[in-house]
């Protein structure tokens, strides 16, 4: 079973940067496109962005220019940088195989949690 575990989050005041990094022993991982998604309390998991094996990106509307994804295949992890933090980015962040939409191929994990003050 494909573990997935993320790390780097925490309390920033808005304007800060966090970045997030996602390990996983999917073996098969230079293959995948990865994203990462978030999630707030009473909303619907949204993908933040994605990343594919060529390192193509895409990022969603309210994060482009804030956020880079990127990856490293020889570590199996992805990492988020999240600069120009707002107070409506805070969520709990996971990471997972993208297949589309907000569809994630393997169990999620715990996720980290940002949170964001004003």
């Known amino acids: 079973q494909v573990q997935l575990v993320e790390s780097g989050g925490g309390l920033v005041q808005a304007g800060g940067s966090l970045r997030l990094s996602c390990s996983t022993s999917?073996?098969?991982?230079?293959?995948?496109?990865m994203g990462w998604f978030r999630q707030a309390p009473g909303k619907q998991r949204e993908l933040v962005a994605a990343?594919?094996?060529?390192?193509?990106?895409n990022y969603a509307d309210s994060v482009k220019g804030r956020f880079t994804i990127s990856r490293d295949n020889v570590k199996r992890t992805v990492y988020l940088q999240m600069n120009s933090l707002k107070p409506e980015d805070t969520a709990g962040y996971y990471c997972?195989?993208?297949?589309?939409?907000?569809?994630?191929?393997?169990?999620w994990g715990q996720g980290t949690q940002v949170t964001v003050s004003a």
């Open positions: 997972n195989a993208h297949l589309g939409g907000t569809i994630g191929k393997y169990t």
């Open positions: 990343i594919t094996s060529g390192g193509n990106t």
């Open positions: 999917e073996k098969y991982f230079s293959a995948m496109t």
